[in-house]
């Protein structure tokens, strides 16, 4: 059975090698720019849902305000770039470390919370936080930071001619994210983190030191997902509180791990594919009209999904039933 | 700031406090009957609302009178939702809790879209109507009518609550499936019924508390998402599983709203809601009246 197991990671270190070769060919046929931006905002999620994943979905602590760590990403960068003229590499490292540390400082209380008080508490600590830099004029407050261009360079990380830069930096985000947790699948971590999300009480009785799983997952999660933050911050050029923190970026981002098929290594993957560009193009075709036509059938495709297929989009592909046995 | 402007402040929030019970209603009871959190909750409460307000515009019946006929129709409406969608996500064999998450978030989507389609996003408000922009004054403290009107239908709305589900055969039924809703199918209680109906109930107090909201609050397709997050909380902060939790919960969340907002900025002011439920939970990880 291990043989298999790692059979099956090989193969899908191959597979997941030939689709990035691929992605990473396919701005050479396709000029448009606003294909383009679709391409980049697909890896974008690709990657935050990758990274949510890993504490969601394998150490199953469900979180809802993950956009926390996004926004903490995404302001780092800019204010460091837009008052002290720190370079947004500098800015992504300190976002995410700065996330790491939050995540783990907020999650020493609320580890010891379960289910739905555990959710709860995550939604309202990401709104918390939103609430005080809505209020924080030194930061914009509720009308945001606009990052000036300062030049078109990879040092700069600003890219005003072409999109194609951007999209190889969330390519090799989203190769990042999905390689993380390729590894940490079958490292101990891997392990203690399905051993937590099953039977947290059995868990700690095998010697699965429950709490510092949970910690690990959770820094894990936020330094990445703050890494796609300041990403954000330097793609579109402008952040406001509510769209980086705001309740529903949260939901945004758990939503191709979720339909795709949570705790799966191709779930986020699959489920941003899908989900993304869906998502953008319902909204060109139908929302111009602002009658929320495309909030209606956006909305049609969560509860068909989620109610089709419980165990995600990647069971109709059979990669996660054959997982499933080789993990066990 | 003085005693006066004090108990003034106080006294709104624990009217505010009680009607925010009334809108948890619902929630609590659903959550107590199937450990099914409603993501929809608001949109419930945002539907309820804009029928108000049409009651009011096309036939001009006074919220006050609507409230029972937008009750009767959220019964309906609570009991279809039931039986179209979270039924299904009940059945799910596997990542229940995420299903029920996501088919209820999904669901809240489309009502907020199909809200802006035939209402479109325009805000609207019920002007003139018997109570609004009254106020009462009691010993030297002014009340806002529909407030106090609000206040005075949660607590009514608890006793009935607490009656209906100790005393009557349907609450039995509802407090036995909760229990163990494998046994009552045995004794001849047909488990979605019982769940259509607590569904068709919680549905209609967060109608009762919509009518009531529509005479003070503008109405607008996203006017659910705010209070549904407060609603959340409420129900957490009094505890999963307990229904009057909730009541206890929307008083202690309506007072320190209002001691917030003496203290810090307006729109600072849910921001004491949050931290006390955090401390809540910290020390006690469930809530107040919480079962675990």
């Not at chain 1, 030049?151 to 005003?160: E, Y």
């Amino acid at each position: 059975m291990d043989t298999h197991f790692a059979q099956r990671r090989r193969r899908d270190l191959i597979v997941a090698a030939c689709l990035a070769a691929v992605a990473a060919l396919v701005p050479l046929f396709v000029k448009d720019v606003y294909v383009q931006n679709i391409m980049v905002l697909t890896l974008m999620y690709a990657a935050l849902s990758q990274s949510w994943n890993i504490l969601s979905g394998y150490c199953g602590q469900i979180s809802l305000g993950h956009a926390l760590y996004f926004g903490l990403g995404a302001y780092t960068t800019a204010l460091l770039f837009t008052k002290f003229g720190v370079l947004p590499w500098f800015g992504m490292l300190a976002g995410g470390a700065i996330s790491a540390v939050i995540a783990m400082a907020l999650g020493y209380p609320c580890f010891r919370l379960r289910g739905h008080y555990f959710v709860i508490a995550t939604i309202v600590i990401a709104e918390i936080a939103l609430l005080l830099i809505q209020n924080w004029d030194w930061a914009g407050a509720a009308l945001g930071i606009d990052i000036p261009v300062r030049g078109d360079s990879w040092l700069k990380f600003q890219f005003a001619r072409s999109k194609l830069p951007y999209f190889y930096f969330a390519l090799a985000l989203a190769c990042i994210a999905w390689l993380v947790t390729w590894w940490l699948e079958d490292s101990k971590w891997g392990y203690w983190w399905r051993a937590v999300k099953d039977n947290p009480d059995a868990a700690e009785s095998l010697g699965v030191v429950v709490f510092y799983s949970k910690m690990g997952a959770a820094a894990v999660s936020a330094f990445l997902v703050a890494v796609g933050g300041s990403f954000y911050a330097q793609f579109v050029s402008y952040i406001d509180p509510e769209s980086v923190m705001g309740f529903q970026f949260s939901l945004l981002m758990a939503l191709p791990a979720v339909l795709g098929g949570i705790g799966t290594l191709w779930g986020p993957v699959l489920g941003a594919v899908i989900l993304i560009p869906l998502t953008e193009l319902t909204r060109s075709f139908v929302g111009g009209s602002g009658r929320g036509v495309d909030l209606i059938v956006y909305g049609a495709l969560i509860v068909a999904i989620s109610l089709a297929l419980p165990k995600g989009l990647v069971s109709v592909f059979g990669m996660l039933s054959g997982r499933k046995e080789a993990a066990r | 700031m003085t005693a006066e402007t004090i108990i003034q402040s106080l006294a709104s929030g624990l009217l505010m406090g009680l009607l925010y019970g009334l809108i948890a209603a619902g929630l609590a009871l659903i959550f107590g009957l199937m450990d099914v959190v409603n993501f929809a909750h608001g949109e419930f409460l945002m539907i309820a609302m804009y029928a108000t307000f049409f009651l009011f515009a096309f036939f001009a019946i006074d919220p006050l009178l609507a409230a029972p006929l937008v009750a009767a129709a959220l019964f309906v409406f609570g009991a279809v939702v039931y039986l179209l969608v979270v039924r299904f996500a009940m059945r799910a064999k596997a990542n229940a809790g995420m299903v029920q998450i996501f088919s209820t978030f999904g669901l809240a989507i489309v009502m907020r879209g199909l809200a802006q389609f035939f209402f479109t996003p325009d805000y609207r408000s019920v002007t003139n109507s018997w109570v609004g922009g009254k106020t009462i004054s009691i010993a030297g403290i002014y009340l806002p009518e529909p407030q106090l009107i609000g206040a005075m239908l949660s607590i009514a709305a608890f006793v009935a609550l607490y009656f209906f589900i100790n005393r009557t055969d349907f609450g039995r039924a509802l407090e036995a499936t909760r229990e163990d809703a494998g046994a009552v199918a045995l004794v001849g209680i047909d488990k979605n019924r019982v769940f259509a109906l607590g569904w068709g109930l919680g549905a209609a107090l967060v109608g009762l508390a919509g009518a009531i909201m529509a005479i003070f609050f503008y109405i607008y397709p996203d006017v659910g998402a705010s209070f549904a997050l407060i609603a959340y909380v409420t129900v957490a902060l009094g505890g999963f599983g307990s229904v009057f939790g909730a009541f206890a919960g929307g008083i202690i969340v309506g007072l320190v709203e209002a001691t917030t907002a003496m203290i810090l900025p307006p729109s600072l002011k849910s921001v004491g809601i949050y931290a006390v439920y955090l401390l809540v939970v910290f020390v006690r990880p469930r809530g107040l009246f919480g079962s675990l």
